[in-house]
């Protein structure tokens, strides 16, 4: 196809809108222009670094602007879902500026901006192709820390905080009266980014950054406090929420599995043990189940079957198969924290060292905290596998 070579087609320098701008980023806000996040024909977003008056960072923020009727309408719409989300501590925090629109180059027109908390450590797509790029998979702990963030992110949706300005972000609680819930309706990885402010009294991320689903321009908000509201569309939004989840557990555990074979639909009958679901239910027996996973997911050996039945059932078929909040974010929490390699039969041997506390230390700090840093892996491929080679998984675990 070709492009069109009007001037009113192009997508905003960012060099231009920082320069036009000179004034209100960097005097006004104290800010300084960083990096461009990204940047289209209908909007951008940015990194700026704010200041104090001598020069010192504060913190970096990012800030996301709309230059035409529909990305205002998306930007609109993302400001609308992260205000009933303030205060929950998986989702970025909106920052509150002076103006909430600016002018881009040429045009009078005045164009809305929101800006948000920076989340500095790239996203699970991202993790995701710099594992697979070395051959590795990603271990089970940190595919249940990651699961147990995103189960966080559910309750939030389900039960919203709505918590005022500058008050302190919590943690996701699994009881609450809301006035609202939200669907994030983007089930995809680039959308899920390590970092940010954490609740104070938050004690599940020593070992992985903080995990937040950003990107609220397609979320849908439903208020739970109009007359006549259906309970069971809130339960509607829930599973939604948790089949999306599902989708992208799937996937990242698959991360050495080409992303086309989750792009068509399938549905499998598996028969689940719930061996970690007699820790917590006595009456839990083996069952059939009739699941949307793909089949390729259950092909790997190495992944903690516990994991693969929870996300089996994410992805039930029929909602009354799904599992229910609490129960989901009491097997996330118990897998995060207390399962071991001898909790596995089978497991092969290259898999024992998935639950090596130090192992974990030294994966996050390579594909998230310095990988994050550089285009490249810090760790070669030849050098972590060295590092494996240091502990006796048998005694060290």
Not at 223 to 237: H, I, N, P, R, V
């Amino acid at each position: 196809m070709g492009q069109s070579s009007s001037k009113s087609n192009k997508p905003p320098d960012w060099k231009e809108l920082v320069d036009k701008n000179k004034w209100y980023f960097e005097k006004a806000l104290k800010l300084k222009f960083v990096a461009v996040e990204g940047i289209g024909y209908h909007g951008g977003s940015l990194i700026f670094s704010q200041r104090d008056s001598n020069g010192k960072e504060i913190r970096k923020i990012n800030v996301k602007y709309a230059r035409d009727r529909q990305a205002a309408q998306l930007l609109a719409n993302e400001a609308l879902c992260l205000s009933d989300l303030r205060g929950s501590s998986h989702f970025p925090q909106l920052i509150s500026l002076p103006q909430t629109t600016i002018r881009i180059g040429a045009s009078d027109r005045e164009y809305p901006i929101i800006a948000l908390e920076y989340i500095p450590y790239g996203s699970l797509a991202d993790l995701r192709a710099r594992v697979s790029a070395h051959g590795f998979r990603i271990p089970n702990n940190i595919l249940w820390h990651v699961f147990r963030c995103m189960v966080r992110q559910i309750l939030g949706m389900r039960n919203t905080l709505q918590l005022p300005r500058g008050q302190p972000v919590q943690q996701e609680q699994p009881f609450r009266v809301a006035t609202s819930s939200i669907t994030h309706n983007q089930p995809h990885g680039r959308f899920y980014k390590f970092g940010g402010v954490e609740a104070k009294d938050d004690d599940e991320h020593e070992h992985l950054p903080i995990l937040k689903l950003t990107d609220f321009s397609r979320g849908r908000r439903e208020d739970l406090s109009m007359d006549g509201y259906d309970e069971e569309a809130k339960q509607d939004a829930y599973h939604i929420n948790v089949r999306a989840a599902g989708r992208v557990m799937e996937w990242l555990a698959c991360n050495l599995t080409d992303e086309d074979q989750f792009s068509t639909p399938q549905t499998s009958k598996v028969t689940l043990r719930n061996k970690q679901m007699e820790s917590i239910d006595e009456e839990a027996s083996r069952e059939i189940l009739m699941t949307n996973a793909h089949r390729v997911f259950f092909l790997d050996g190495g992944l903690d079957p516990a994991l693969r039945e929870l996300v089996a059932r994410c992805l039930a078929v029929r909602q009354q198969d799904m599992p229910p909040y609490q129960q989901l974010l009491e097997l996330t929490d118990d897998g995060a924290r207390a399962r071991t390699w001898e909790d596995i039969p089978n497991l092969p041997d290259d898999r024992v060292w998935d639950f090596n506390e130090e192992i974990s230390k030294d994966f996050v700090q390579a594909y998230i905290y310095d990988a994050a840093l550089s285009t490249r892996s810090i760790l070669r491929a030849s050098d972590l596998a060295e590092r494996w080679r240091l502990y006796d998984p048998y005694g060290d675990l």
